[in-house]
């Protein structure tokens, strides 16, 4: 199956976050006392996210097509914390953090051969990461958006040995 989205990915410094999404940033941070992520962060990405097809009309009547046609993810670890950010023109931008050694990481190659076989997953990149998210009771997974360039697949590659550092920590 085709990919639905073409992912650009791109290393950023926390200084070069836009102001709205670092304040949107530091308040979840303080929210849920994870300290200064910003000052302390390891590697920062920005990916963006470009749709790559037109959603069919039973989608859109049902609700069930992605109404946005780009969205912007941006991730970031300290030695001790995961932030998330996603921003969409529909919803604007949601921010999750989680504990690194809470974290496990799947690639989205990884869910596909685990898939049954009559189900059909469109290709991607980036990773699943399974996690209790702050401010969520349960453990639950969310499929952060990177592209399959140099600078995603080196976050992507920090972000392992990160996780793995954290757990034996």
Known sequence: MARLYRRDSSHCQPEDIEPGLREAIAAHAEACSLGDVLANAVACCLTVSTRTYKPSLRSRIKGMADPDPEHRTLA???????????????????????????????????????????????????????????????????????????????????????????KQG
């Not at 969520?136 to 958006?145: I, N, P, R």
Request: aromatic share 6%.
């Open 76 to 166: 970031l670890f300290t030695p001790r914390w995961l932030v998330v950010t996603v921003t969409r023109a529909s919803t604007g931008t949601t921010v999750l953090s989680a504990r690194l050694d809470g974290v496990t990481l799947a690639e989205h190659s990884a869910l596909i051969a685990r898939s049954p076989r009559n189900t059909q997953l469109p290709e991607d990149s980036g990773v699943s990461i399974t996690a209790q998210w702050s401010g969520h009771s349960e453990t639950g997974s969310y499929h952060v958006a990177l592209g399959d360039d140099a600078d995603g697949e080196f976050f992507l590659q920090a972000l392992r040995r990160a996780v793995t550092e954290a």
